[in-house]
């Protein structure tokens, strides 16, 4: 394998050199800035708001502020104008780098690699020495009367300074001028007398202007009035004659218009009355076949009517048929799904039941068998009660039947009595009265007993009487003695009865 690569490794030397310097070198100057690249070539190169590769060791890079840059001439000795008068002068003048190639060329042999307050503070010198000279050549009137034509004596004059060091200057702007005797200010107060005096003047001068147009203007406006009134008047002479004119040819007008009115009133009064005859005519005529009409329609809205209450009529009971369809087709569904769910649990509830035994049945074997053979002999005693129970039975026979009977006897009449006690007054209206009551008493202890005979086949009053008779058919006596198994309870008070 490195036999294999050693052909190429100075390609990939070369190739990994390259790159380093690419990345190391790699540099991209602002638009305010020039970044000069110089070294290997004779002419340096400017980058301005692009970028570029620096070798590194080969070359170097110098940085030159492009920017605006704000210098403050003012003066710090008072300098005397054209006439000798003292002066101070404070201005501003922008400035910055010719961004030609020749003016970054000089200012990067001035300025190289220099803050802008540096360079400010270098040409600051230069500028307030061009003004100084700008000040000489005029006078203290022209300085402030015309601060433009100053300011751009100041720019042509610093100019030619400026362009040896590659600097533009793009404004200058005089601030304040001020000396050391305050005759700007008198020059001041001078024109401020001749500003007021000029001014009284021409307030007088228009005020006699006024004063003259204010009189011919009310010459002129009486003139006016007086030619108005003559008019007016003539006016209303010819107004008065022409009146009376029309007033006569109205009148003849009016009388035959009065004539012609009246004839046209009675060809109108005829008009209408034939007019009226035939509208009574067709009204008629309109009436009837409104009425005809109105029949017609009444007998399509019936028929539409009852139509509609059919068509309604019949969609209720598709609808209703559709709905009662669909409502058995739901139940049944749902009947299925429960079934299938309930078949799906109880065949779930078999598995687990079946699991359950098959689990218990190996570890509870013993303890079942033993369970069983105790419910086994449990049963075997129980069932030897019942026979001895019968045969008892069977020898006591009759007498046993009616004892039994007898002893529930008490318990039944009690039990009917029983909703009685919870009444607190019964009123009764009729025949009977108390004696109707323990009638109903009776009645229900012997429904009772009757009772017993439709369900066990056994009929009580028979058998006390059958065996009441043989006894004493057979000339025997004998003597029954009811046993009760224990005190017999005393029956519920009754509920007052009111007739």
């Known amino acids: 394998m490195l036999d294999f690569m050693l052909p190429f490794i100075p390609a990939i030397l070369i190739v990994l050199v390259i790159v380093a310097i690419t990345v190391v070198g790699y540099v991209k ?54 006439d000798f008068i003292n002066v101070n002068v404070d201005a501003v003048a922008k400035v910055r780098i010719s961004p030609h190639a020749e003016g970054i060329k000089l200012a990067a042999k001035n300025f190289l690699n220099k803050r802008p307050e540096e360079i400010t503070r270098d040409l600051q010198d230069s500028l307030q020495g061009n003004m100084r000279e700008i000040i000489g050549t005029l006078s203290l009137k022209e300085i402030n009367t015309d601060r433009d034509s100053f300011s751009d004596q100041v720019m042509q004059k610093a100019s030619k300074d400026m362009d040896k060091l590659g600097i533009e200057i793009l404004s200058c702007n005089i601030q304040n001028v001020t000396d050391e005797n305050g005759l700007i200010k008198d020059l001041g107060a001078d024109n401020t007398s001749l500003i ?15 004063a003259i147009a204010q009189a011919q203007a009310e010459r002129e406006s009486n003139e006016a009035r007086v030619l108005a009134d003559t008019q007016i008047a003539q006016k209303q002479t010819e107004l008065e004659i022409r009146r009376a004119e029309l007033k006569i040819m109205a009148d003849g007008k009016k009388a035959e218009a009065d004539a012609a009115y009246e004839i046209q009133s009675q060809e109108q ?13 067709a009204k008629t005529q309109r009436q009837a076949e409104l009425k005809q009409y109105e029949v017609e329609v009444e007998k399509q809205k019936l028929e539409a009517e009852i139509r509609a209450k059919a068509d309604a009529e019949r969609y209720r009971q598709e609808q209703e048929a559709e709905a009662a369809l669909f409502k058995r087709q739901k139940d049944a569904e749902a009947k299925r799904y429960e079934r ?25 074997a013993a303890v079942g068998k033993a369970e069983a053979e ?52 019964i009123t009764m209206y009729g025949e009977g009265n108390s004696a109707k009551l323990l009638e109903d ?21 028979s058998l006390i009487a059958g065996m009441l008779g043989g006894k004493l058919a057979g000339g025997e006596e004998k003597t029954i003695v009811l046993q009760t198994p224990g005190p017999v309870e005393q029956a519920p008070a009754a509920p007052s009865v009111e007739e």
């Not at 007021?196 to 006024?210: H, L, P, S, V, W």
């Not at 069977?394 to 009917?416: D, R």
């Open 441 to 461: 008493i009776v009645t229900g202890t012997t429904q009772v007993t009757e009772g017993i005979t439709q369900g066990m086949g056994i009929d009580v009053k």
């Open 269 to 281: 009064r005829k008009s209408i009355e034939t007019s009226t005859v035939n509208a009574e005519i």
């Open 196 to 210: 007021k005096k000029n001014a009284a003047i021409a307030k007088a001068q228009a005020e006699r202007d006024i």
């Open 340 to 364: 299938e769910q309930e078949a799906e649990a109880e065949r779930k509830i078999a598995e687990a039941e079946k699991y359950a035994r098959e689990q218990e049945a190996a570890g509870i």
């Open 29 to 82: 100057a602002p638009p305010d800035q020039a970044y000069i690249i110089s070294g290997l070539k004779k002419e340096s190169k400017v980058l301005i708001g692009r970028a570029g590769v620096r070798i590194p060791v080969f070359e170097r890079m110098d940085k030159l502020y492009l920017g605006q840059m704000t210098v403050d001439i003012k003066t710090e000795q008072s300098v005397p104008t054209s």
């Open 374 to 425: 105790a419910i086994r002999a449990k049963a075997l005693a129980e069932a030897e009660g019942i026979d001895k129970k019968a045969e008892a039975m069977k020898k006591y026979g009759e007498a046993a039947v009616i004892e039994m009977v007898m002893q529930a006897l008490p318990e039944i009449a009690k039990n009917v009595a029983e909703p009685l006690s919870k009444v607190d007054k």
